[in-house]
């Protein structure tokens, strides 16, 4: 028989028989991709295909990350149109005058090095090891729900052969992930217009980039100068880079929140078993559909919605702060405003590829109260000024927290108490503390309130 004579089952089980036989010069990844049903680059399929391979002899027990990042080039490099010398001596220029604007705007010291002008596919090479580290813990949970589902599919006397099969199982799956996953970052390369853009810090600490080719694509309908329009970006993207580098932690805090969110997935394993029961190798999209849409992920946990609200909130605090300093920083820019709204709106709605990627994960990358965060942040500097403002991000337990965005007149309170030399008020920690160290030490603890209690000196509690 012909080989395009061949249904899809047949073509798929010779695939299998060629891999498991080891016969890896055999096997077309033209082949594989077809069956697959996902537009996969033939140096994308090989790296499949070793990883596989490897899976099958024994000599390869990790996700194919390598894949993510091939595949997110393939897409990124297609459309990329490189950066040409009249765009780098224009966001040069842009650059010079933004870090002249913000430090006016803010007492964090400048960076080490100017923003850098990037391709699309330089992009992606530079933030794939944070896609990485996010995605890690979702690529995890789904090779180890592959593994399960095909223990429940199978029959009792093959349970030993499938026990000894769970590396193969969990390659296949992360193999199947991080392909996805470079789509995703592939398709964000092409929407991003600079290092910032996202909301979380991609980039390397202490680097601002902006993206020629996609700042051009967003500018092309809001009819503002271009001038104007890369200042205003460039701006922004520097405010963003300083503060990551200035308060250190700030990254690292940012990143343990959205791994500990991504930590709590499970892949709905009901769905991933009754997807494979009715599997038909000549539908392949099917899967790919379930893994865009988020199919496979259930409904959040409440501790999981308890992360994403935290999460959401510390994203709120950044954008905020940044988009105040860069209103004070742009105010000579006639059409500031109209751009800054513009800004606002795609963080609000963002494209079809960071969509995907809250799919992917089930998680949106978005600032939910930025505006709530910026009137905090602009009532703060009203208050106490720029470098008491600023002085917030010097530590991690002085940052503004979410009660703080409720409520920013009590953060105003006590700032300004500070600002006078006033001790802060006792709360509860405070009284808790030291009546700790009161009965450490067998003396009587302060009292604090109102005065409405028992001013006789003696012990109101009981013996």
């Given at each position: 028989?012909?080989?395009?004579?061949?249904?899809?089952?047949?073509?798929?089980?010779?695939?299998?028989?060629?891999?498991?036989?080891?016969?890896?010069?055999?096997?077309?990844?033209?082949?594989?991709?077809?069956?697959?049903g996902?537009p996969?680059?033939?140096?994308?399929?090989?790296?499949?295909?070793?990883?596989?391979?490897?899976?099958?002899s024994?000599s390869?027990?990790g996700?194919?990350?390598?894949?993510?990042?091939?595949?997110?080039?393939?897409?990124?490099?297609?459309?990329?149109?490189?950066?040409?010398?009249?765009?780098?001596?224009?966001?040069?220029?842009?650059?010079?005058?933004?870090?002249?604007?913000l430090?006016?705007?803010?007492?964090?010291?400048?960076?080490?090095?100017?923003?850098?002008?990037?391709?699309?596919?330089?992009?992606?090479e530079a933030?794939?090891?944070?896609?990485?580290?996010?995605?890690?813990?979702?690529?995890?949970?789904?090779?180890?729900?592959?593994?399960?589902a095909?223990?429940?599919?199978?029959?009792?006397?093959?349970?030993?052969?499938?026990?000894?099969?769970?590396?193969?199982m969990?390659?296949?799956?992360?193999?199947?992930?991080?392909?996805?996953?470079?789509?995703?970052?592939?398709?964000?390369s092409?929407?991003?217009?600079?290092?910032?853009d996202?909301?979380?810090?991609?980039?390397?600490?202490?680097?601002?980039?902006?993206?020629?080719q996609?700042?051009a694509?967003?500018?092309?309908?809001l009819?503002?100068?271009?001038?104007?329009?890369?200042?205003?970006l460039?701006?922004?993207?520097?405010?963003?880079?300083?503060?990551?580098?200035?308060?250190?932690?700030?990254r690292?805090?940012?990143?343990?929140?959205?791994?500990?969110?991504?930590a709590?997935?499970?892949?709905?394993?009901d769905?991933?078993?009754?997807?494979?029961?009715?599997?038909?190798p000549?539908?392949?999209?099917?899967?790919?559909?379930?893994?865009?849409?988020?199919?496979?992920?259930?409904?959040?946990?409440?501790?999981?919605?308890?992360a994403?609200?935290r999460?959401?909130?510390?994203?709120?605090?950044?954008?905020?702060?940044?988009?105040?300093?860069?209103?004070a920083?742009?105010?000579?820019?006639?059409s500031?405003?109209?751009?800054?709204?513009?800004?606002?709106?795609?963080?609000?709605?963002?494209?079809?590829?960071?969509?995907?990627?809250?799919?992917?994960?089930?998680?949106?990358?978005?600032?939910?109260?930025?505006r709530?965060?910026?009137?905090?942040?602009?009532a703060?500097?009203?208050?106490?000024?720029?470098?008491a403002?600023?002085a917030?991000?010097?530590?991690?337990?002085l940052?503004?927290?979410?009660?703080?965005?409720?409520?920013?007149?009590?953060?105003?309170?006590?700032?300004?108490?500070?600002?006078?030399g006033?001790?802060?008020a006792?709360?509860?920690?405070?009284?808790?503390?030291?009546?700790?160290?009161?009965?450490?030490?067998?003396?009587?603890?302060p009292?604090?309130?109102?005065?409405?209690?028992?001013a006789?000196?003696?012990?109101?509690?009981?013996v």
């Amino acid at each position: 028989m012909a080989d395009d004579d061949r249904s899809p089952e047949e073509e798929f089980q010779e695939l299998l028989r060629r891999m498991l036989s080891g016969e890896s010069g055999a096997i077309d990844p033209e082949q594989l991709s077809r069956l697959s049903g996902m537009p996969i680059d033939p140096a994308t399929m090989q790296t499949m295909m070793r990883h596989l391979q490897g899976a099958f002899s024994g000599s390869d027990d990790g996700i194919a990350w390598d894949l993510a990042q091939r595949q997110a080039l393939h897409i990124a490099n297609q459309s990329d149109r490189g950066v040409t010398d009249g765009q780098r001596t224009d966001l040069d220029q842009a650059v010079t005058l933004a870090t002249l604007w913000l430090s006016e705007a803010t007492t964090i010291s400048e960076l080490p090095a100017p923003a850098r002008a990037l391709t699309r596919g330089a992009w992606v090479e530079a933030t794939m090891p944070v896609w990485q580290e996010l995605a890690e813990p979702v690529a995890t949970s789904i090779a180890d729900a592959l593994t399960s589902a095909l223990r429940a599919q199978a029959p009792e006397d093959m349970q030993e052969m499938i026990a000894g099969a769970g590396r193969i199982m969990r390659t296949v799956g992360g193999s199947l992930f991080a392909t996805q996953l470079g789509h995703v970052v592939g398709r964000l390369s092409t929407e991003v217009v600079s290092g910032g853009d996202v909301g979380i810090p991609v980039m390397p600490a202490g680097d601002a980039a902006i993206l020629p080719q996609n700042f051009a694509d967003f500018g092309r309908d809001l009819e503002i100068p271009d001038d104007q329009l890369a200042l205003y970006l460039a701006t922004r993207e520097l405010a963003h880079a300083r503060l990551f580098r200035h308060a250190r932690w700030l990254r690292l805090h940012v990143i343990a929140q959205v791994r500990d969110f991504a930590a709590g997935i499970h892949v709905d394993t009901d769905a991933l078993e009754e997807l494979a029961s009715r599997f038909d190798p000549s539908e392949p999209e099917e899967l790919r559909r379930a893994l865009e849409s988020g199919a496979l992920l259930p409904a959040r946990s409440e501790e999981q919605t308890a992360a994403l609200t935290r999460l959401e909130n510390l994203l709120a605090t950044i954008e905020g702060w940044v988009d105040v300093v860069t209103e004070a920083a742009t105010s000579r820019l006639p059409s500031a405003e109209r751009i800054a709204e513009a800004v606002r709106r795609r963080r609000a709605v963002g494209g079809p590829a960071e969509q995907a990627l809250g799919s992917l994960v089930g998680l949106e990358l978005r600032p939910r109260r930025m505006r709530e965060a910026a009137a905090m942040w602009r009532a703060v500097t009203d208050a106490v000024g720029v470098q008491a403002r600023d002085a917030l991000w010097d530590y991690p337990d002085l940052m503004p927290t979410a009660e703080d965005i409720d409520d920013p007149a009590a953060l105003v309170a006590r700032l300004t108490a500070q600002a006078r030399g006033e001790a802060p008020a006792q709360d509860e920690m405070d009284d808790a503390l030291a009546q700790l160290l009161a009965e450490e030490s067998g003396q009587q603890p302060p009292v604090h309130g109102d005065g409405d209690g028992d001013a006789s000196g003696e012990d109101p509690r009981p013996v």
